[in-house]
């Protein structure tokens, strides 16, 4: 994991980790480590990117297919970045599998989601204002 905050500009993340379901468990110890101390709803932001890269573990690749899931995350006085892609077949490559409610349980936590979907992979960006109650 990549945290740091040069000069003049905000403190960042970056993780590469393997399109696998125990990299839901390594993302979500790194944006918390990420996340510590910058006031934002650590829970909800936990909550959301365990949900989009288990997405990514189980449908942004196909069968045998070994893939990576990368995890951005900038923040600003505002708010918290984070960017959750894969490079797999996209949306429409998938087939439908689940419940269908981790985007929906995204959109609850996160105060903005974008969705940008191709054959060439997705990106989720979701971002998280900092300050509040919650975050006391």
């Known amino acids: 994991m990549t945290t740091s905050a040069p000069p003049g ?31 934002v709803d650590v829970d909800g932001l936990v909550l959301a990117v365990s949900e989009a890269v288990a997405n990514v573990a189980a449908y942004a690749y196909g069968d045998g297919v070994a893939g990576t899931v990368e995890l951005d995350g900038s923040v600003t006085p505002d708010e ?48 998280f204002r900092r300050g509040g109650a919650w975050a006391r």
């Open 80 to 127: 918290l970045t984070i960017v959750v892609r894969d490079r797999g077949r996209g949306l429409g490559g998938s087939p439908a599998h689940g419940a269908g409610f981790g985007l929906d349980i995204i959109r609850r936590v996160a105060q903005h989601v974008e969705l940008a979907d191709s054959r060439h992979g997705v990106a989720l960006t979701m971002r």
């Open 9 to 39: 500009s905000s403190l960042s993340l970056r993780e590469r980790l393997p399109a696998t379901a125990p990299s839901v468990a390594t993302a979500r110890h790194a944006v918390r480590r990420f996340a510590a101390g910058l006031d």
